[in-house]
């Protein structure tokens, strides 16, 4: 086994823990009840018994983490994309079979057709407010959507948790924008990077997963979207 793919499996038991750790410490705070969702068909981790606290929860090594991982397939089928233009991008940039020529099968921005480039990057900028849905709150047929992301500043540390309005956050990060790079993009907000994609690249080589768009999130975090977890006692 390959130290990413252990690393990985690692991380995701460390951060179903860490969802029991913050639930129990949710239930002695509070004056409700808190329970792991632990479903793989949600984006929700911890909720409270009535849903009305609905939260995905990020225990992150460094600053920044996965918040998204599509195949070429899912993602396509997620954002409704019909465009052919943007279908060969997709399958050029992120790669497959039929890019065994290329490094890792997939070809990168200097050997892609510039308008290509270009459709692609104006998809993402076009479509900014969908995409925010996808990856912070409502997933691809998913049950359910979330309405706050807990993030720990600290691994394993409950006590370093802050908690992102996520309405707010995504209304502050419709001011963003998306940059190709050579191999990757990010979106940046205010010369902030807030998110970026790259293809998986890891795990079995050369399959769907390997080949998958993944999408990171960072702890740009502003104090306007950023509450007292305090409220959840409301």
Request: glycine content about 6%; charged content about 25%; hydrophobic content about 35%.
């Amino acid at each position: 086994m390959s130290v990413k793919i252990e690393s990985g499996r690692r991380a995701k038991t460390e951060g179903h823990e860490f969802e029991h750790v913050l639930s129990n410490m949710f239930n002695k705070k509070f004056g409700k009840k808190f329970v792991v969702e632990g479903a793989s068909n949600t984006k929700i981790d911890v909720r409270d018994t009535d849903s009305i606290w609905r939260l995905s929860v990020k225990n992150p090594s460094g600053k920044n983490t996965q918040i998204g991982l599509y195949t070429q397939n899912s993602f396509i089928n997620a954002m409704n994309i019909t465009d052919t233009d943007i279908l060969d991008f997709i399958e050029k940039f992120f790669g497959g079979n039929s890019y065994d020529n290329f490094p890792r099968h997939r070809m990168t921005k200097s050997e892609i057709e510039p308008n290509l480039n270009q459709k692609f990057l104006n998809f993402l900028n076009t479509n900014k407010e969908k995409l925010l849905d996808l990856l912070c709150t409502h997933g691809h047929n998913q049950i359910g959507d979330v309405n706050y992301l807990i993030w720990a500043k600290e691994k394993n540390n409950p006590n370093s948790i802050i908690m992102i309005d996520l309405k707010e956050f995504k209304d502050a990060l419709m001011q963003g924008e998306w940059k190709q790079n050579e191999t990757t993009f990010e979106y940046l907000v205010n010369d902030s990077k807030m998110f970026h994609l790259q293809m998986k690249g890891s795990g079995t080589k050369y399959t769907n997963g390997y080949h998958s768009l993944m999408f990171h999130i960072h702890s740009n975090f502003k104090e306007s979207y950023i509450k007292d977890i305090s409220i959840l006692n409301a």
